[in-house]
């Protein structure tokens, strides 16, 4: 077929053959439709298409910048559960190997002496406010070790917090009734999530065998 100059008859129809032109070319430029080489259409958000992607934008980022919030507090907070953790373990070891009956500086006891070593084995995590020490013996529920040389009593051997206490830190719930050091300490953690917080408490138990046992405890020593 031979076409005649200026005829359509046997030519593809192109984009170009249809693009909008006139009132509807300006529509659709007022809504963010523009074109491009050839006619072709290209996309671009209108004023309100972009409002609502900085609102999603905006919500999204808060909820990922609360989460973030709450990686690093939490992060923080393990950290912090692992610093007491280790303190009572080694509060416990510590005491374990000290001899009772000696002269201890000023006016401190077996027990304090103890206790400090703990709080500065937390990395002043803890304060001797946070920590209970104990020398018990017996089966659950363990009672605080009765001194046998004159001049000690059962208050130096067992410590709560700022005061000299009789009773035990915990009942372990062993069957043992060979002497035993017991440390135990707790503190606190924020946790923040930007629009909200809780305070989240942290605590720790050791237990270890004292080595140290003079013949004259009444319990039986290893």
């Known amino acids: 077929m031979i076409d005649r100059p200026g005829s359509n008859v046997g030519r593809?129809?192109?984009?170009?053959?249809?693009?909008?032109?006139?009132?509807?070319?300006?529509?659709?430029?007022?809504?963010?439709?523009?074109?491009?080489?050839?006619?072709?259409?290209?996309?671009?958000?209108?004023?309100?298409?972009?409002g609502v992607a900085l609102i999603e934008l905006a919500l999204v980022s808060t909820v990922l910048f609360s989460l973030l919030v709450?990686?690093?507090?939490?992060?923080?907070?393990?950290?912090k559960k692992l610093s007491v953790t280790h303190a009572m373990r080694e509060g416990a070891r510590y005491g374990a190997a000290l001899p009772l009956y000696q002269t201890f500086s000023g006016t401190a006891t077996w027990a304090s002496t103890v206790q400090a070593v703990a709080v500065a084995r937390s990395g002043n995590t803890l304060t001797s406010a946070d920590v209970c020490v104990a020398l018990v013996s017996g089966i659950s529920p363990p009672v605080v070790v009765t001194p046998t040389v004159t001049g000690f009593s059962q208050s130096d051997f067992a410590q709560n917090?700022?005061?000299?206490?009789?009773?035990?830190?915990?009942?372990?719930?062993?069957?043992d009734p060979k002497p035993r050091v017991q440390v135990s300490g707790s503190t606190t953690a924020p946790l923040q999530y930007v629009f909200a917080s809780q305070t989240v408490t942290l605590s720790s138990r050791g237990v270890?065998?004292?080595?140290?046992?003079?013949?004259?405890?009444?319990?039986t020593c290893p």
């Open 161 to 175: 917090g700022a005061t000299a206490s009789t009773s035990p830190c915990f009942d372990d719930g062993t069957s």
């Open 12 to 50: 593809t129809a192109t984009w170009a053959d249809s693009a909008p032109a006139g009132p509807q070319l300006n529509a659709l430029r007022r809504t963010g439709h523009v074109f491009g080489d050839g006619g072709k259409p290209s996309l671009v958000l209108s004023p309100d298409e972009r």
């Open 208 to 219: 270890a065998k004292f080595e140290a046992c003079p013949s004259g405890l009444t319990a």
């Open 70 to 79: 709450g990686m690093f507090t939490g992060g923080a907070a393990y950290n």
